[in-house]
C-alpha cells in the first residue's frame, strides 16, 4: 500500500491564482481529512469528508473548496490564492468509525503565495 | 474552537535523558491520540489510548490517559538523537463527529 499520498510536494503561487492539492489514500478508508500547519499553530482542521459524497468545514475553511466524488479521493481546491494561504498543508485519512479515528498523514504539500 | 493546552513548547535535552510532555483540555475526551512529526514529513502515529487511566507503552515510550479524561502525558526513556522532531498531542470528543483537535507540539531536541 502507498498510503496517503499528496501532490505536488511544493508549489509557488501568485496571488490570485486557484490551484488543487490533490490527496489519494488506498486503504479503503472512509474518513478524510486537510489540515494546514503554520508555525507556533499545530495542525488545524480546514474541511473534512466522513465519506463519498459528504464534506463538512473544519475550523478554517474559508478560502478552500473540497469534493469527495470517490472513497479514494479527496483534493483541495483554492479559489484564488492569497499570502495568508502559505502554509504546510496535510491531507489524513482513516477508518473513522474504529473508537480513536487515527489518522495516518500524508507527506504534505509545501505552498507559498507570493 | 476546543483548545488543547500542550506543554512544554520546546525542550533541549542530552542523550540518555528522559522526557516528558503532556496536554491538558477544559472539555472531556473520549481518545487521546500522540503523533511525532520528523522535519519535512507527516505526523506519524505514535500511541493511541482509549480509556480514561490507560497506560501504554510502545518501546521507550509511556503514555496515560488521565483519569479525569482531560489530560494526558507522554514520556520518553533514555532519549536519542533520532528522538528529535515534534510531538503532537491530538483528542477526540464524543459527538465531533471524527474530528480530532491537536495541540500545538512540543519541539524536542536532543544533543548526543
Known amino acids: 500500500n502507498a498510503g496517503v499520498t499528496q501532490t505536488p510536494k511544493f508549489q509557488v503561487l501568485k496571488t490570485g491564482q486557484s490551484m488543487t492539492l490533490q490527496c489519494a489514500q488506498d486503504?479503503?478508508?472512509?474518513?478524510m481529512s486537510w489540515y494546514r500547519q503554520d508555525p507556533g499553530m499545530g495542525l488545524r482542521l480546514i474541511h473534512y469528508?466522513?465519506?463519498?459524497?459528504?464534506?463538512d468545514q473544519g475550523e478554517v475553511p474559508n478560502g478552500y473548496n473540497v469534493s469527495r466524488s470517490t472513497t479514494e479521493d479527496f483534493p483541495l481546491r483554492l479559489l484564488s490564492a492569497a499570502p495568508s494561504q502559505t502554509s504546510v498543508y496535510f491531507c489524513?485519512?482513516?477508518?473513522?468509525?474504529?473508537?480513536?479515528?487515527?489518522?495516518?498523514f500524508g507527506p504534505g504539500t509545501r505552498l507559498t503565495v507570493l | 474552537g476546543q483548545q488543547l493546552n500542550q506543554s512544554p513548547q520546546s525542550m533541549f535535552i542530552q542523550e540518555g535523558e528522559d522526557v516528558s510532555m503532556n496536554c491538558t483540555s477544559s472539555?472531556?475526551?473520549?481518545?487521546w491520540l500522540w503523533y511525532k512529526q520528523d522535519p519535512g514529513e507527516g505526523p506519524v502515529l505514535l500511541i493511541a489510548?482509549?480509556?480514561?487511566?490507560e497506560l501504554t507503552s510502545n518501546g521507550r515510550l509511556t503514555a496515560q490517559f488521565g483519569i479525569t479524561r482531560k489530560d494526558s502525558f507522554l514520556n520518553i526513556s533514555a532519549s536519542i538523537p533520532s528522538d528529535v522532531g515534534i510531538y503532537f498531542c491530538?483528542?477526540?470528543?464524543?459527538?465531533?463527529?471524527?474530528?480530532?483537535?491537536f495541540g500545538k507540539g512540543t519541539l524536542l531536541t536532543v544533543n548526543p
Open positions: 489524513a485519512s482513516s477508518y473513522g468509525n474504529v473508537p480513536g479515528n487515527e489518522q495516518f
Open positions: 486503504m479503503n478508508h472512509e474518513y
Open positions: 469528508s466522513v465519506g463519498a459524497g459528504i464534506t
Open positions: 472539555s472531556i475526551f473520549n481518545t
Open positions: 489510548l482509549y480509556k480514561a487511566g
Open positions: 491530538a483528542g477526540q470528543r464524543r459527538g465531533s463527529n471524527y474530528k480530532l483537535t
